[in-house]
Each structure stands twice: as structure tokens, then as C-alpha cells.
């Protein structure tokens, strides 16, 4: 334990000295402060208006940047050290390769939820000082949706990380990843299922498993609870989930997935030739 901190806080030392931090940390700050500065929280959708409005767009553009900035950054971290010789002087210090493994993924995780989270925060903070009505229970469940998010693709990342034996072959599989899970959301997945005549229920399950369609669908569960923005597809999901179990999966299923992915890439790494 003491060397997985040990490792976890020396790569939160090295992302905050980066480049990538800057621009990650000032991309979701400057979200918020575009929203606000649009004046999103005086439009009002569905009758939401205030802060939840300027939540539920976050959410949104969330779900397209956050997932690709984590998987283009982490990817480098195995592959990365490989390249750059790491491992061989990590074979000579008396640290564990779990140790290494898990505390690299743990400080990686609070740099890449950190800022995403405290700009959710700061958008909370002002509207209090505006005296917005605060949605808590939005604020809550959304901050649980980017959690399972984060950790989810960063789970992904590590594994490819793993895989990969050069940097740049990790980032192109973390791009070509990420450019699979947007295409096959919904509009374009469900439409070759359907012309392929599936069952309705299997074909909302293959969709389901796209982390991203868990998402959004989450996502709009909060302000739009009957699913009418997808249409029958929602009468699938609601019947067989219900409205809180499937909010319940959508925050449990990402860090499963997750984790599935990072262990698996801990295997694939423990059981590799390092150098």
C-alpha cells in the first residue's frame, strides 16, 4: 500500500507539471464559463431552466471530450514508460509491479476526474451566488455519471496501454476506440439492427453495452423520464430496468467495465516482457 501512494502521488506530480493538464483542466473550466457567459442559464428546455439547464448541456458535451482526453493521455503511461526505458529501472527498486500498476491508475484517476468534477462544482458555487435554485439530486447522480465515466475509459486506456508496444500505436487504438463507441451510439447502431430485423430486446442490449449509450441515456433519464427522446426504444429500458434500476446501471456498469479492463491489462502487464 505504501508504495502504491507512493507511485499514485509522484504521477499526480508529473501530470500537474504537464501540457496535457493545462489544456484538460482549462477545456472543462472553460465550458462552464462559456455556458455562463452565453447566458445558457436563462434559456430554458423541456421548462428547465437555471443550473440544471447549464448541467444538463456539461453532461452533454462531456460525454464527446472527456472519454477521448482520457483515453489519448493514459494511453501513453505504460507505453510511454516502456519506450522511454522506465521499466528497467523499475525492475531495480524494491516496488511491487501491482504496486506500480494500481498506483499509476489511481493517481491518473484523481488527475482526470479532479477537474472535471470541480468545474461542476464551480458552476454550483456560482449559482448559489446568484441565487439559482441548486438541483442537488441532478448535481449528485451527474457527479456519480462522470465518476463511472472517468474511471471507466481510464480502465480502457490502461488496457490498451498494455497492449501496445509503442506510444504512438496506443494513441491510435485509443483514438480508433473512442471513434467506434460514437459511431454506434444509437442513431446509427439501432438503425442497422432494426433493418436486420432483431428483436427489439437484443438490440437495445447490443447498444447497452456501449458505455457512452449508458451514459446518455442516463443522462437524459433525469430530465426527461419517460425516454420520449428515444423513442420506442425506451418502453425496452423501462421495462426491463425501471426508471432507478436503470439508473442504478448506469453508474455501476461503467466501473465494472472498467475495472474488468484494467485488471485484464494488469495480467497482460504483469505477464510481459517489460523491457
Do not use: H
Not at 472527456?66 to 522506465?86: H, K, M, N, Y
Not at 458505455?211 to 427522446?229: E, G, I, K, Y
Not at 456498469?253 to 485484464?264: E, K, M, N, Q, S
Amino acid at each position: 500500500m505504501k508504495y502504491l501512494l507512493l507511485t499514485a502521488y509522484t504521477d499526480i506530480l508529473e501530470s500537474l507539471r504537464s501540457r496535457w493538464f493545462l489544456v484538460y483542466s482549462s477545456v472543462f473550466g472553460g465550458i462552464v464559463v462559456l455556458l455562463f457567459l452565453f447566458g445558457l442559464t436563462e434559456s430554458r428546455i423541456m421548462g428547465f431552466t437555471g443550473i440544471t439547464r447549464m448541467m444538463i448541456t456539461y453532461i452533454q458535451l462531456s460525454m464527446a471530450i472527456l472519454p477521448i482526453f482520457i483515453l489519448i493521455t493514459t494511453v501513453r503511461s505504460v507505453a510511454g514508460d516502456r519506450e522511454a526505458g522506465v521499466f528497467e529501472y523499475l525492475l531495480s527498486l524494491p516496488i511491487s509491479l501491482s504496486a506500480w500498476f494500481w498506483g499509476k491508475m489511481v493517481g491518473r484517476f484523481i488527475v482526470v476526474f479532479l477537474p472535471v468534477f470541480m468545474a461542476l462544482v464551480g458552476a454550483v458555487i456560482w449559482g448559489v451566488i446568484k441565487g439559482s435554485d441548486v438541483p442537488w439530486v441532478i448535481f449528485l447522480y451527474y457527479s456519480g455519471l462522470l465518476f463511472s465515466l472517468s474511471w471507466c475509459f481510464l480502465g480502457i486506456g490502461m488496457l490498451i496501454s498494455t497492449l501496445a508496444r509503442s506510444a504512438d500505436v496506443a494513441q491510435g487504438a485509443a483514438f480508433i476506440v473512442w471513434l467506434t463507441l460514437i459511431l454506434f451510439l444509437d442513431l446509427i447502431l439501432l438503425g442497422v439492427m432494426i433493418r436486420e430485423s432483431l428483436p427489439p430486446d437484443t438490440a437495445v442490449a447490443l447498444a447497452l453495452i456501449n458505455p457512452l449509450q449508458v451514459f446518455r441515456t442516463a443522462a437524459m433519464l433525469l430530465f426527461d423520464s419517460q425516454l420520449v427522446l428515444l423513442g420506442p426504444t425506451a418502453y425496452v429500458i423501462l421495462d426491463n430496468f425501471g426508471r432507478i434500476g436503470y439508473m442504478v446501471f448506469a453508474l455501476a456498469y461503467p466501473i465494472l467495465l472498467g475495472a474488468l479492463c484494467a485488471f485484464i491489462g494488469y495480467l497482460m502487464f504483469r505477464r510481459s516482457d517489460l523491457p
